[in-house]
Every structure is written in structure tokens, then in C-alpha cells.
């Protein structure tokens, strides 16, 4: 037989032994869903509006449990209010794993606050509550710097004098310096390039994890992370965050004072020390730098992407802004600064609030989980690390539970006497054992920083209501709004 011949029938047999291998095997019984390829999973189910519009048409017609296999591995899908709430909330510790993003996972890897699992999680995620809480959460220090934020902010756009502006990276600033206040003991100036350097990595690296380019790299990562792309550029960028993250930490060493931890990267350094002698410790170094990042990522980029987005929807909605400064007027009125006791006089507020974050559906497919045990779940049974994809759009478009799902419209959270309601598919936080570590200080920032502004400022766009754009300039893992243009006009 021909050496030419022998080479052909050789790729074609490693082939096929490649198809077997690489073909997802039954395990537990799974949800249904639509059968798929050898090594590409259910890529021809999968569209050009990414993974969340594909996952939508695929409800349709296996309901609100199905399987998805990305790339080879099946993926569970929870669809709607009910689905995520009795797996997130009713199951909760079985549910409480976390699954990969793999464009971040050579970065994050197992460590950290957020991507961990295990005892390590555990640990990690009571260390960081306690920590936070007692540099801020739920405490009027925190109160006092959003508010010193707030001032300085109006202060920035006071220096516009109502010219158009993007104001991205000044919702960036605001919102970093409140994590760095509590993870790094201080606050930046808005013009200190160090600052303005790690925000700009922090707005790219969410806009490419965001991207369709990494919503591909999801399904064939094994294979396409030998090749250039997206995933390597968000890899350079959290790098960088990391080795100034690095430098920090050096130089909260070297200035340590045992009786008098500064903020979150001192009392780290203190357990690791009174931790040392634990050959099962979880307090080492690089749990310490990929929590740090995880904090400051999550504490930056959630909550200056919700303003973004509310500052849109007021200008597209000029009637909503109007109705919130009034209550702003008749509530606290123009001589002080709000406070979070304001907020319960301030239903309407609240419910506008409540509406650009179901609006802006910031983190729409959720962040993925995973099962930590065999576990039966209506009916099915789903195998020990089974990732679980809970599609928290999904809730916050029920319309089981929302009349006008796909509106912005505050009116969803108010009762007919006018209370603020919030029910139970507004999750933009997700639920359960793995509920955002930050959702008071978002909650309080949110409330002060978009009153702040009403209560100072009258809203202009340079274009008519009627053309601002609400679609999404990219939505994958998280969703981001158009960049826009804006003025601030002194009230």
C-alpha cells in the first residue's frame, strides 16, 4: 500500500478516535436538550447574538431545564424565576460550586474570593463579609465616603459647565475609590494616571469578557488559547492589575502595624501570619492578590456600569428624571447631601433604582456555577461538578412577574398605594450561598451617588430622546451600554 495512503487512513482512524474520545458520555440523566456534535457540542444551535438570545430559542422548546453542551461539556441551563430560586435558594449548599469563565480562568484559576471552591470559598468568603463589614459594610463610615465621593463628583461636573461629556470613567472613579478606600485603606484623585490606568484595563477587560470573540473562546477554549485573541489580551490586562495589586501588598508589609490594620490587605497579611503554622491554610499570597482583584474588579465595574446605564435611561425617559427630582425636592432639598435614611421616604426613587437594574441586566447569563454533589433536581440527576448556567435575565424579563418585561418602567416596583415592592425575580445580584459579596455597599452607592446627581444637576443629551440607543454594545458574560454623551446642568 502506498506511504501516501497509509498517512490518509491514519488521520482519518485518529479522527474518529478523536470524535469518541471528545463526545460528551452519559452521565446521572441530565436535562434535555438538542443533540449534539462530536467536539462541537451544540454549536449550530449557537447564533451571532450570542449565547443568551441562542439560549432563549433553545427554551422555547426544552423548557425551563435543558442542557447545553459547549463545546463537549454539557452544560445545565436554569430558566426563569421559579428554576433559579429552587436551585440557588432551595438547594442551595448542593449549588453553591462555581463553574470556570474561561477566558479569566488562567488568571483566577482556584483561587480567590469569587472563583474558588471548596473550604477554600468558605473560608475566604466569611474572612472577606467580616473584613468588609468592618471597614464599612453596613456602617455609617461608608455612608460618609460615598458621600465624600458624591461631593467630588459634583464638584468634576460642575467644571463642565454643561458641555456634552462621556461620563464613563468619572462612574468609574466614584465607584473604585469606594472599594479602594476599604481594600487598600485610600482613595485616588481623578487625575492620578496610576488610577486612571488600572480603571481604563478594568473597562476594556469587561467589555472583551463581554465580547462575542470570548462567548467562542467559551466553547472551544481547550483549542483556540494556542492562538491569538481576546483571551490574551484580557490576560495581559489582569496581569498588569495584579502586579499592582503585588506592589501594594509589598508595601503594606512594610508598613504593617499589628495593633492598627488599615483596610482589607493589612488584616490579610495578619491572619496569614497567625495562620502560618496551618499546614491546611487558605490565607497565603496568592489567595490574597486574586481576592484583592476579584473585590476591586466586581466593586468597580457592577456599579459604575449600572450608572452608566441609569444616566442613559434618564435621558431617554426625561419624565422619570423629573418625577425623582421632585421626590429629591419635597425629601431632602437642596442644602444637604442625601443620606441613607432619605431612602425610606423616597419610594419612587427607590423603584427607579430597582428598574434600571432589571433594565440594565448587567450580568445577564449569570456566573456560572456548579453542583458539589449528585443531585436531584426536578426530576433529573445531575452528576457532582455539573456546571449550571443560572440565566438570570431570564428573572429579571419574566413575565410571569414583570408586565412589561422588555420596558424600562419604574412602576414595576411600586404597589397601587405608591410602596416600593421588589418580589422575587429582581435578582440582579443573583441569591443563595453565592449572592454578590457586595450587594449593601452597591445598594448604597447606587442610592447616593444617583441622588446626588438629580438633586444638583438637570439632564441633557445632544441628541433627541427619541434616538438614544438602549441596545447593548456588547453582552456575553456582562452586558455594556453604548458609550453616550451627556450634559450636567447646574439646577
Known amino acids: 500500500m502506498e506511504p501516501s495512503v497509509l498517512l490518509l487512513l491514519a488521520l482519518l482512524v485518529g479522527f ?43 427554551r422555547e422548546k426544552y423548557g425551563a431545564v435543558f442542557t447545553v453542551h459547549l463545546g463537549a461539556r454539557p452544560v445545565v441551563m436554569l430558566h426563569g ?33 469569587i472563583f474558588s471552591n471548596g473550604e477554600r470559598w468558605k473560608v475566604l468568603r466569611r474572612f472577606s463579609l467580616a473584613t468588609m463589614r468592618d471597614f464599612g459594610m453596613g456602617k455609617r463610615s461608608v455612608e460618609e ?115 492598627n490594620p488599615r483596610d482589607f490587605i493589612d488584616t490579610y497579611l495578619l491572619r496569614m501570619e497567625k ?56 425629601v431632602i432639598g437642596s442644602h444637604r447631601l442625601p443620606t441613607l435614611e432619605d431612602r425610606t421616604k423616597m419610594p419612587y426613587t427607590d423603584a427607579v433604582i430597582y428598574g434600571i437594574q432589571r433594565f440594565s441586566d448587567l450580568v445577564p447569563i449569570g456566573v456560572p456555577h456548579k453542583v458539589t454533589k449528585d443531585t436531584l433536581f426536578r426530576g433529573y440527576l445531575l452528576p457532582k461538578n455539573t456546571e449550571v448556567y443560572p440565566i438570570l435575565s431570564s428573572a429579571l424579563h419574566d413575565p410571569q412577574y414583570f408586565e412589561q418585561p422588555d420596558t424600562f418602567n419604574p412602576d414595576h416596583f411600586l404597589d397601587a398605594n405608591g410602596a416600593l415592592k421588589k418580589g422575587e425575580a429582581f435578582m440582579p445580584f443573583s441569591l443563595g450561598k453565592r449572592i454578590c459579596l457586595g450587594e449593601g455597599i452597591a445598594r448604597n452607592e447606587l442610592f447616593l451617588f444617583f441622588t446626588a446627581i438629580l438633586q444638583n444637576f438637570s439632564l441633557s443629551s445632544p441628541m433627541a430622546a427619541k434616538d438614544i440607543d438602549l441596545s447593548p454594545k456588547e453582552s456575553g458574560f456582562g452586558k455594556v451600554p453604548q458609550t453616550y454623551q451627556i450634559c450636567f446642568l447646574a439646577r
Open 275 to 330: 495562620e502560618k503554622s496551618n499546614q491546611h491554610m487558605e490565607f497565603d499570597h496568592q489567595n490574597l492578590l486574586i481576592s484583592v482583584l476579584s473585590l476591586f474588579f466586581a466593586g468597580t465595574e457592577t456599579s459604575s456600569t449600572t450608572l452608566r446605564y441609569g444616566f442613559l435611561l434618564m435621558l431617554k425617559y426625561p419624565h422619570v428624571a423629573e418625577k425623582v427630582q421632585k421626590e429629591i425636592d419635597q
Open 145 to 259: 465616603r460615598i458621600q465624600e465621593e458624591a461631593r467630588c463628583l459634583v464638584e468634576e461636573f460642575r467644571k463642565s459647565q454643561g458641555a456634552p461629556l462621556d461620563p464613563t470613567f468619572l462612574f468609574q472613579c466614584i465607584t473604585a475609590n469606594i472599594i479602594c478606600s476599604i481594600v487598600f485603606g485610600e482613595r485616588f484623585d481623578y487625575k492620578d494616571r496610576q488610577f486612571l490606568r488600572l480603571l481604563y484595563l478594568f473597562y476594556q477587560s469587561f467589555s472583551l469578557i463581554s465580547s462575542f470573540s470570548s462567548q467562542v473562546f467559551e466553547l472551544f477554549s481547550g483549542f483556540l488559547k494556542y492562538f491569538p485573541g481576546t483571551h490574551r489580551q484580557i490576560s495581559r490586562n489582569l496581569q498588569e492589575i495584579l502586579d499592582y495589586i503585588g506592589q501594594s501588598v509589598e508595601k503594606h508589609r512594610a508598613t504593617l502595624d499589628p495593633s
Open 16 to 58: 474518529v478516535l478523536l470524535l469518541v474520545r471528545g463526545y460528551p458520555k452519559a452521565r446521572g440523566h441530565l436535562p434535555p436538550g438538542p443533540r449534539p456534535l462530536p467536539l462541537l457540542g451544540n454549536l449550530l444551535q449557537m447564533d451571532r447574538g450570542g449565547f443568551l438570545n441562542s439560549f432563549k430559542r433553545i
Open 81 to 113: 424565576t421559579e428554576a433559579i430560586r429552587e436551585a440557588l435558594v432551595d438547594q442551595a449548599e448542593a449549588f453553591s460550586g462555581r463553574g470556570t469563565i474561561a477566558v479569566v480562568e488562567p488568571i483566577f484559576r482556584d483561587y480567590g474570593v
